[in-house]
């Protein structure tokens, strides 16, 4: 099983473009996040599902975009990207309420 | 406000010795509070979880932790560190007003010296 994974790996943007983070996962799952890491101010979340067709906003919501189409794939989406949205991004994902969530390896976005 | 304090940047210890990293949380009610390592260049990894029952969890590769409630506090420990510890470790506490989220620490860096 692959677990969590997040395509691409590494992306670089100019400003005003648009970009679309795909993460996929094999664990069935219904619970999965976005989340942005910068140093210094941990993990922030930005959006999240509780299940297919679902999405809420989380701690930093501004400037992006989801879709739940799937159970498996939770996309995140930069209409027009901005330098302050250069940061690392995680996945995760988690089954019943109160487990562990479990992360996927990242995409590092430079946004110049 | 609801949130998780680790009042340390860094943290180095050398390897053999003990280690502990800390952890405060603030929210009302019974927390449930998670501990994640991260390795560089990937993503977070479960340690260990405290929900209910013994004040002392036991983890993965070696780690405990230890709720005390009077304290708020969460803090990791390992008897014995090695150089492979040297990561980058996160508090985690379940958001009370959410219980489908989690609120983070800023994180403290391990570095284990040969």
């Known amino acids: 099983n692959a677990g969590v994974t997040q395509t691409p790996k590494f992306r670089v943007l100019k400003t005003g473009q648009s970009m679309t983070l795909l993460c996929a996962q094999d664990m069935n799952h219904e619970y999965m996040y976005w989340y942005r890491q910068d140093p210094g101010m941990g993990l922030r979340l930005i959006h999240y599902?509780?299940?297919?067709?679902?999405?809420a906003k989380g701690e930093v919501p501004d400037g992006y975009n989801v879709s739940r189409l799937k159970k498996q794939n939770f996309l995140l989406g930069l209409e027009s990207a901005a330098p302050s949205q250069t940061s690392v991004y995680f996945c995760?994902?988690?089954?019943?309420?109160?487990?562990?969530?479990?992360f996927g390896p990242g995409t590092r976005l430079t946004v110049l | 406000a609801q949130s998780v304090a680790q009042p340390e940047d860094q943290v180095n210890v050398a390897e053999g010795n003990p280690l502990t990293v800390k952890c405060t949380y603030s929210?009302?009610?019974?927390?449930?509070l998670f501990w994640y390592v991260q390795y560089p260049n990937r993503g977070l990894q479960f340690l260990l979880k405290y929900i209910t029952g013994d004040n002392l969890v036991k983890g993965s590769y070696g780690f405990e932790a230890e709720f005390n409630k009077s304290q708020t506090s969460f803090h990791l420990k390992k008897p014995s560190a090695l150089v492979s510890d040297s990561a980058l470790y996160f508090c985690?506490?379940?958001?009370?007003?959410?219980?489908?989220?989690?609120?983070f620490g800023t994180g403290t860096r391990l570095q284990v010296f040969p």
């Open positions: 599902s509780v299940g297919e067709g679902t999405t």
């Open positions: 985690a506490v379940r958001d009370m007003w959410n219980t489908d989220k989690l609120i």
């Open positions: 995760a994902t988690k089954g019943l309420p109160y487990n562990e969530q479990f």
């Open positions: 929210v009302s009610g019974n927390p449930y």
